[in-house]
């Protein structure tokens, strides 16, 4: 990731773009897919600074980060790609009924707060 001057996708200074969602790199990637067929410019980057989220293990959280005016286009694509990937949208993921992850089917802990192979946050 080069720093300073413009950036390679045309976009602003990251700081200056709407955060559409922060989660496993992966699953960035997947909505970074569906962002691209709407032809909505974005940029997927590791967010560093989350100190809120120093528990987890191992997995960088990306974000998904759009121009401010795309965000309200941007956030219903996410919220589609969320149905998507989570057909029936359970109130909590329970990872512990079968053991695995919704969005890669790896194997989960019971307790584990979130995937370990793609780092999707278990609700
Ligand atoms: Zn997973």
Redesign the pocket.
Known sequence: MPQGGPAADGLPPTDELHCVRVS?L?WCFSLSDRLGAAEIPHRVEAVSDEGEQTDKVGAVPYGVYVRPEDATAAGEIDAEHTAHQIPDMPDEVDAADDGA??????A?DGDAS???????VLL
């Open positions: 496993a992966a992850c919704p969005a890669c089917g790896a989960v979130e995937c370990p192979d793609c780092g999707l």
